[in-house]
């Protein structure tokens, strides 16, 4: 008997209750009349997918959604990504995050630039390679503002340690730059190439032209989530699965490459909120023609937490239920036996704008499973009396069992 798994990742959608939504969360003040119907029809419980070690984001998150413990896998955010960008990490190589954003007046003010285009970063970042790069540093175009650069170490050098300590930018908006500089060991070398690079771009012709046209420039590199390369086992090896990964973020791209699924891209992901979504909704169905599990991960959501747009994390989960969602549900009665799971990979508040490591609630619907009779949102999750996982990394035990 064929049976077809499908992950639904609306990122960072877990939230708490809005005054401007009349005292409700995001997932309870959206119209999602599919999510609510997998939720009435399966199991509602609550995972916490981010070990108390680390930082609240979806590197580690993702990890644990696809049934990997990152205690034993995760070395860091940008080795994931250079895994996505095809970027080949040596045993000494290092990979870091290279933000393009926005620094006013000493602050964080935005760490997108103005969600740049990847056609406007990518000579961005060339200039970066021509002027600051060294044999040992090399810098990686990506999409959008997330790029990255890597040092190639040498056996026996310790470039980065436990102790370097650096910041996500979306964690801290608006917060002064100075406060959040990397700390600890290889410290000054990245504070040196920031200061390097950020000379570089600020006056670049790119953002001369965005500030014309009255855009936020690139005027700052930032660098962060240093790695080195994980080691995953293959989940096709451990699960006997086939799988697909579609995304427009290189982070959960990387995840799945590392894990040994294909990588779907879809012409219009954008990994913001004018994400294409019904393409993303027909690449899925299509996926599950020739894939044992498929997953759909959409950022939309998490970016208008960041923003602190309640309205628009509405409209990004109503937009996915409908043009995604539906799709799936309706394409998996097409196969023998078949599960859906909706989980966001961690909250991100619309009060802080930032990632937040609590509980996440999730809703899976299909083969073998009764109905919990509730909606879909944290807080018929918490009174719904269902699963509720420590370890996140355990809900793909549970979704595979059928």
Known sequence: MATKFVIVIPDGAADEPQDSLGGKTPLQAARIPEMDAVARGGLLGRSHNVPDRFLPASDVATLSLFGYDPVLYY????????????????????AIRCNLMTIRDGRLTDFTAGHITSEEGRPLMEALQAKVGRPNVEFYPGVSYRNLMIYRGRPGETPFADDTLTTPPHDQPDKPAQDFLPKGTGSSLLRELMEAGSAVVENHPVNQARVARGKSPANAVWLWGQGKAPRLPKFGELRGLKGAIISAVDLVRGVGVLAGWDRIDVPGATGYLDTDYAAKG???VEALKDHD???????APDEASHEGRADAKVEALERMDRDIVGPLRAALANYDAGRLLISPDHATLLRTRAHDRGWVCWAMGGTG?????????EISAQAAGGPTLEEGFRLMDLFLKV
Do not use: F, K
């Open 282 to 284: 027909r690449a899925g």
């Open 75 to 94: 070395t860091g955010r940008a080795p994931l990504e250079a895994a996505a960008m095809g970027v080949p990490l040596g045993p000494d190589d290092w």
């Open 293 to 299: 599990i498929v997953c759909v991960h959409v950022e």
């Open 369 to 377: 499973l009764s109905g919990s009779g509730l909606p879909y949102d």
